[in-house]
């Protein structure tokens, strides 16, 4: 009996080389959409705006939803993953917001957080 792993086969290797690479998109992916998802937040703290707009995410999801079908993506699933991730966003606009109503303004600017700065 050896201590060695057990080789890979080369078409599973090759397979998770395209699932780290995807993987690697994702995290870009959606490092990008919370800094845009940032300057919201504090565009909405200042404006006074609710974190959450439900009538925004119904038509988020009914787009996602029709995406995924022509994309042969389980619908579901991509309704429950916008879903996680607005769950998010909307924690941190609360945090966004609750900083801008005890200190009187937001540490940044959304102009700011669009150049990395927040
Ligand atoms: O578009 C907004 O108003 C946002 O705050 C962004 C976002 C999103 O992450 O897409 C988050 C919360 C809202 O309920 C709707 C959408």
Redesign the pocket.
């Known amino acids: 009996m050896s201590d060695l792993p057990a080789p890979v086969p080369p078409d599973l290797a090759r397979l998770r080389r395209t699932i780290d690479n995807i993987d690697a998109a994702l995290v870009h992916l959606l490092a990008e959409r919370f800094k845009a998802?940032q300057q919201?937040?504090l565009l909405?703290a200042q404006l006074d705006l609710p974190?959450?707009?439900?009538g925004?995410?119904a038509a988020?999801v009914a787009r996602l939803r029709a995406l995924a079908q022509d994309a042969d993506l389980d619908p579901v699933f991509a309704e429950k993953f916008l879903a996680f991730?607005?769950e998010e966003?909307?924690r941190h606009?609360e945090a966004i917001a609750q900083d801008h109503a005890h200190t009187g303004s937001t540490q940044a600017t959304a102009q700011d957080a669009s150049v990395g700065h927040a």
Do not use: N
Request: glycine share 6%; no cysteine.
């Open positions: 998802t919201v937040g909405k974190p959450s707009d439900p925004r995410e988020q991730i607005v966003v909307i606009h």
